[in-house]
């Protein structure tokens, strides 16, 4: 069996990194590959003290204490939920600095993505790049820079690695316009992995919260950045408007909220009657499970708003970006047309994987 590496940013507390992590493994699962999220530590003997909190489930504790989290307990159980889902559907392998200069003879394929593993304040270091491996090894599946503009300190290093790939693609168009800037090649924009799945393979994994009143309407808030007043007043219209409670996630004064797994955390935005975020992969979700979601730009942190805004565009869905979004009209929705754009940026970027692995079985 062909083995792949995937190489991406880990972490066990967002649900937009694990669920692209997810949607790359079964991919390349379903078309016949043995798939591993390679993760390095800095040092060799992290790895064998990472694999003993692990596998004791110390390493939430542990976590929480060097992080000053608080409440401890919640966050560790949050932590435990998270690494619960990643046992049971992503393979993942710990290797050492001392281990990378064989990885190349171990897997046959490695690829870079998804998610921000490009963004130079985030990661972008070598192992980023896949520098260890073989040009006709290296597979970008979408991956994010994270910002519209690289640092004139990361370019020529980044330009190069870039140079070293078999196949290159990235998740938006300013991230297509940076390495054409950078290495006058062009790379293929493709969909985030998670809308290479169809909507039926999601299905797989979702379940419903077990402590959570789903009985009368919910508005799903979900944001990274803060909620500002002027984004709070516009939920509260939202929720006035169809007697609605808000289900905030992420928010630690709600126990049953703050420890919803990513299985979970997709069931609430299935059943949503609204969604309202600043979050890419919350609004891909709104999309895939047909529900109506209002946008808002990410309030206290780097613009990132471009990834939101391509998406949307792509498919057809510019009615909904914050600027043009009429408010009584958000829980209007129709996205068939937005389908059948969809279907086929999903059959482009099935089509660059099996252009880019032909031994593997890919249906188009």
């Known amino acids: 069996m062909i083995k792949a590496g995937i190489i991406t940013i880990n972490g066990m507390y967002n649900y937009g990194n694990r669920?692209?992590?997810?949607a790359v493994t079964t991919l390349l699962q379903e078309a016949g590959a043995k798939a591993e999220t390679i993760v390095i530590e800095k040092k060799q003997w992290q790895v064998y003290l990472k694999k003993f909190l692990l596998k004791t489930n110390l390493l939430p504790w542990v976590v929480a204490v060097l992080r000053k989290e608080r409440p401890i307990r919640l966050y560790?159980?949050?932590r435990k939920k998270f690494k619960k889902f990643t046992d049971a559907y992503i393979p993942t392998r710990y290797y050492g600095p001392k281990d990378i200069e064989h990885l190349a003879g171990q897997y046959r394929y490695f690829l870079i993505g998804s998610d921000q593993v490009w963004n130079p304040d985030l990661a972008a270091n070598e192992f980023d790049f896949a520098?260890?491996?073989a040009q006709e090894q290296k597979?970008?599946?979408a991956p994010s820079f994270g910002t519209n503009e690289i640092p004139e300190l990361h370019k020529n290093r980044i330009g190069e690695h870039l140079k070293s790939f078999f196949r290159l693609s990235v998740r938006e168009q300013s991230g297509a316009q940076m390495i054409r800037e950078l290495t006058n090649l062009e790379a293929k924009v493709l969909?985030?992995?998670t809308m290479m799945l169809k909507r039926e393979q999601w299905y797989r994994m979702v379940r419903q919260p077990k402590s959570i009143d789903t009985s009368r309407p919910y508005i799903f808030s979900y944001f990274l950045g803060g909620k500002p007043p002027s984004t709070q007043k516009a939920i509260a219209g939202f929720m006035k408007?169809?007697?609605?409670?808000?289900y905030s996630i992420l928010d630690r004064a709600s126990k049953e909220l703050y420890t919803?797994?990513?299985?979970e955390f997709l069931w609430l935005i299935q059943h949503a009657a609204l969604v309202c975020t600043d979050s890419f992969h919350a609004t891909v979700f709104s999309i895939l499970f047909d529900r109506p979601f209002a946008v808002f730009k990410r309030d206290g942190a780097v613009d990132m708003f471009d990834r939101i805004e391509t998406l949307l565009m792509t498919l057809g869905l510019e009615d909904r970006l914050p600027d043009v979004l009429q408010e009584e009209s958000v829980f209007d929705h129709n996205y068939t047309n937005a389908y059948e754009h969809l279907e086929e940026k999903r059959k482009e970027a099935i089509q660059y994987l099996k252009d880019a692995m032909p031994e593997l079985e890919w249906s188009v």
């Open 19 to 22: 669920l692209q992590n997810y």
């Open 139 to 141: 597979i970008a599946i």
């Open 76 to 78: 560790c159980k949050r």
């Open 260 to 263: 919803v797994d990513p299985g």
């Open 191 to 193: 969909v985030d992995p």
């Open 131 to 133: 520098c260890f491996a």
């Open 241 to 246: 408007k169809i007697d609605a409670v808000e």
